[in-house]
C-alpha cells in the first residue's frame, strides 16, 4: 500500500520565512519528498483542506496546480508498480522527479552514444 500526498514542509523554513509545499509518496512505510517549486507561509496554509487559503495572492493558481502535481505522481506510481510490484521510493521518485538536468551545452560523450 502507498500514498501520494502534498504537505507543508514545516521543518525546513526558507529565508524569507515561508515554507516550501511538497508532495510526499510513501509506500512500505519509507517515504520521499520532492518539492513543487512554491512556498506559503504557515497562516496561508489550511492544513485539514491540503489548500492554500485565499489570504495568499495566488491561492487559485497554487490550488490548481496541487491536484495537477498529485495526479501526475500519483499516475507515475501507479504505472510503475502495475510494471513491477516491488518497486522502491527513491525509483519512484527518480520518475516523477529526476534527478539529472539538462545542460546548456551538449555534451560530446552523450553525443556519441544516441
Not at 512505510?29 to 487559503?53: A, L, P
Not at 496541487?66 to 508498480?81: G, R, V, Y
Request: charged share 30%; hydrophobic share 35%; net charge positive.
Amino acid at each position: 500500500m502507498s500514498s501520494v500526498s502534498v504537505i507543508l514542509r514545516l521543518n525546513k523554513p526558507l529565508k524569507d520565512g515561508t515554507y516550501p509545499l511538497a508532495v510526499q509518496v510513501i509506500k512500505d512505510r519509507k517515504k520521499t519528498v520532492f518539492h513543487i517549486g512554491y512556498s506559503v507561509s504557515q497562516d496561508e496554509w489550511d492544513e485539514d483542506n491540503k489548500r492554500v487559503r485565499k489570504s495568499h495572492p495566488n491561492s487559485v493558481r497554487l490550488n490548481n496546480l496541487i491536484p495537477q502535481q498529485l495526479a501526475a505522481a500519483s499516475d507515475t506510481k501507479i504505472t510503475l508498480e502495475t510494471d513491477k510490484p516491488d518497486v522502491t521510493v527513491r525509483v519512484i521518485k527518480e520518475k516523477i522527479k529526476p534527478s539529472v538536468a539538462p545542460t546548456f551545452f551538449p555534451l560530446p560523450w552523450i553525443e556519441d552514444t544516441v
